[in-house]
């Protein structure tokens, strides 16, 4: 999944594909460069962001979302708002990709079970201007897989189909560094949920601090997409469905060799394959 953030405050490329022509140009270069899904988001989940109103981001997204279809691309929209998911579903988008995984607009799962989009249940705790304060844990892995299997029985409660449903731990959101790589090294906590799993790590605080400099500055967004492809095979080595990534060409090969290490796994000592794992 390559990102397509339609924002001028983004923390990893803000403002860089901010007018919609600049967007759809950027998400047909994602394509080109091995991008299965494109996510097309029009308001900021930075630490400490505040919020857009509703037809502002429906100005952002709406004409990048309707002009990646067209241009055969497979579309995901990120927004936590349910009108803004059903108009993008309208436009093309195939998938509803809602950071607060239902919990911002009380609408969002009916909407989604009207639709028929594939859903992606982020794990969240609040909004990005609180969010920090809210990275409190005993034991993070069992917790964030107890936060979603709830989002999983409210979604199905409201008649969301569980063939929609795809999972993620929402990296960095409600996350102090040291919480990430648990959920990470953990990935069959919530792979084991039966749901399909997506992992974002882009360009993440977390990556940034990992590869800090001796001085413990920590790297810049843009110098964080090795470590970025690192964890996408590391992710799909451990049985995610799906990566986000700004950087797509390190992460197309990283899940290619995943793919290919998973499927050599799974044959037998006797040239028989297992059937039980292919990815
Ligand atoms: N992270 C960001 C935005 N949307 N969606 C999902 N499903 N998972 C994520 O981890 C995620 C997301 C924040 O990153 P960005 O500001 O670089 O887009």
Known sequence: ????????????????????????????????????????????????????????????????????????????????????????????????????????DPEMYRTVARTGAVYVAMHWRGPSDVMDGLARYDDVVAQVRDELAARVAEALGAGVAPEQLVLDPGLGFAKQGADNWPLLAHLDALTGLGRPVLVGASRKRFLGHLLADRDGVPAPPEGRDRATAAVSALAAAAGAWCVRVHDVPGSADAVRVAAAWRAARDVTTHGETSGAHHA
């Open 1 to 104: 999944m390559g990102v397509v953030n339609v924002t001028p405050d983004s923390f990893s490329d803000g403002g860089r594909w901010f007018e919609p022509e600049a967007a759809v140009e950027h998400g047909l270069r994602l394509l080109a460069e091995g991008a299965d899904l494109l996510d097309v988001g029009g308001e900021s989940t930075r630490p400490g962001a505040h919020r857009v109103s509703p037809d502002e981001e429906r100005r952002r997204v709406l004409p990048v979302v309707a002009d990646l279809v067209a241009a055969g691309a497979v579309v995901s929209v990120d927004t936590t708002r349910a009108a803004v998911a059903a108009e993008a579903v309208e436009a093309g988008a195939h998938v509803v990709n809602d950071v607060s995984g239902g919990l911002a």
